[in-house]
């Protein structure tokens, strides 16, 4: 396994945007508002994730009152998105710790840190690793990053852009300072789009697949290796 050049990089991007049609950038989020959606989509899918937030500030306009509340009601305003009682303690720790160091529930003033900062801002929350991290910041904040999700996984060891045996942490870790800033918004987007629809973790449609050229799953697949490629 070689890194890839950022010139493959963006031609992954250029052949899944054609494949998708326009990218379209989801509206912007409070930071912390984002923060917690990224929490509950955790081990769901976008539906019930969806559902769970929108359930959550139903019950809680506010922030201070999930803050406050007891962790079983926390918990079940947020059973739509799967191991409830899970989320709504690590939701409970980071208000908790943003309230610490803020004073109050607001995290406007990560929009004045510059990208490394709000990262490290972020990442010292109570369970918050580079993915929840990096989709606060482009998804918040608009700023470049590329967060490595279970599709964007897949289909990133899939290619050969990182071993087959390294988790997602160890794939953001590589691909973070090769993906282009301009199009590591557009790359993930296409890539979940891509990951749901043809590179399926389970019988992958590689015969539609508009990367086949540049994959090595094909040809490794109907081999009995020993690889996880799921």
């Given at each position: 396994m070689t890194a890839p050049r950022?010139?493959?990089?963006?031609?992954?991007?250029?052949?899944?945007?054609?494949?998708?049609?326009?990218?379209?950038?989801?509206?912007?989020?409070?930071?912390?508002?984002?923060?917690?959606?990224?929490?509950?989509?955790?081990?769901?899918?976008?539906?019930?994730?969806?559902?769970?937030?929108?359930?959550?500030?139903a019950r809680f306009p506010e922030w201070e009152q999930v803050a406050d509340a007891p962790v079983t009601q926390v918990a079940d305003a947020i059973r739509a998105g799967g191991i409830a009682n899970q989320k709504a303690r690590r939701i409970q720790q980071i208000l908790a710790a943003i309230e610490a160091r803020e004073g109050s529930l607001d995290?406007?003033?990560?929009?004045?840190?510059?990208?490394?900062?709000?990262?490290?801002?972020?990442?010292?929350?109570?369970?918050?690793?580079?993915?929840?991290?990096?989709?606060?910041?482009?998804?918040?904040?608009?700023?470049?990053?590329?967060?490595?999700?279970?599709?964007?996984?897949?289909?990133?060891?899939?290619?050969?852009?990182?071993?087959?045996?390294?988790?997602?942490?160890?794939?953001?870790?590589?691909?973070?300072p090769l993906v282009p800033p301009a199009i590591k918004y557009d790359l993930h987007v296409a890539m979940i789009a891509h990951g749901r629809t043809v590179c399926r973790a389970a019988r992958p449609l590689c015969g539609d697949c508009v990367l086949r050229d540049l994959c090595a799953y094909p040809a490794a697949a109907p081999h009995e290796d020993g690889r996880n490629w799921s």
């Open positions: 950022s010139g493959e990089i963006a031609a992954v991007q250029q052949r899944l945007r054609a494949s998708q049609g326009p990218f379209t950038p989801k509206p912007l989020l409070p930071v912390i508002d984002e923060l917690v959606a990224t929490v509950l989509s955790q081990h769901t899918s976008d539906v019930n994730s969806d559902r769970a937030f929108a359930e959550l500030k995290l406007s003033r990560l929009h004045d840190m510059d990208d490394a900062a709000a990262e490290r801002y972020l990442r010292d929350l109570p369970g918050v690793g580079p993915k929840t991290a990096a989709c606060v910041l482009v998804f918040a904040m608009g700023r470049p990053a590329f967060p490595v999700d279970t599709h964007v996984h897949r289909i990133v060891r899939r290619l050969g852009w990182v071993p087959a045996a390294a988790n997602a942490d160890k794939a953001h870790q590589v691909l973070a």
